[in-house]
């Protein structure tokens, strides 16, 4: 990670724990910067802010605190024939499924009678689900972002 986004990482953390038990839009923007990058990618800064908390709740426990991953043989399947959750960050492949993908990875979870990832669309509000993948898209590094809005066009294409 480079220097300005692990600040802007710090940032974000600074400004969801320091709204603690306040409404949202947490990002009463102290950082501009922030903002202004969320916004470049088309995030809204109080989504990705509601999308961290859901994240932390609820994924982190698996993916890894930020989508950094917990298990570095997340491409092996373990003795179960399961696959470990992988990184939704730069690392992981997450960055290569449009919305629609990622929306449906969250509601439904690993394909039946595979996996582990548990099916969110029944135990979180929809607007959380999409928050959580704004949130994720949030993590990706401005390359990466950019190679996904191709990926996110294509899909869109008739
Ligand atoms: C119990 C562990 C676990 C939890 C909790 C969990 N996941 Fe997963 N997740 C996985 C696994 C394992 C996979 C890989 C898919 C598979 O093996 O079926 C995965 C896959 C994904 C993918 C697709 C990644 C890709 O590379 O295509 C996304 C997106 C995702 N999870 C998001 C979330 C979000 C958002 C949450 C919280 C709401 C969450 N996960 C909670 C285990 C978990």
Not at 5 to 31: I, R, Y
Request: glycine residues 10%.
């Amino acid at each position: 990670m480079n220097r300005a986004s692990a600040a802007v990482l710090a940032m974000w953390g600074g400004l969801v724990l320091s709204s603690a038990g306040m409404p949202f839009p947490v990002a009463a923007a102290t950082d501009a910067g922030v903002e202004a990058r969320l916004k470049a990618r088309g995030l809204d800064p109080a989504q990705v802010a509601r999308g961290r908390v859901v994240f932390d709740g609820h994924c982190a426990r698996c993916h890894g605190a930020e989508g950094k991953g917990k298990f570095r043989n997340w491409r092996e399947p373990d003795a179960d024939g399961n696959y470990p959750p992988p990184p939704l960050d730069d690392k992981g492949y997450a960055r290569h499924h449009p919305t629609e993908a990622l929306l449906e990875a969250v509601h439904v979870g690993s394909p039946q009678g595979y996996g582990i990832m548990p099916r969110w669309e029944n135990r979180l509000a929809e607007p959380d689900i999409r928050a959580v993948v704004a949130y994720v898209k949030s993590l990706w590094s401005d390359a990466a972002y950019r190679e996904w809005m191709d990926i996110e066009r294509a899909s869109q294409e008739p």
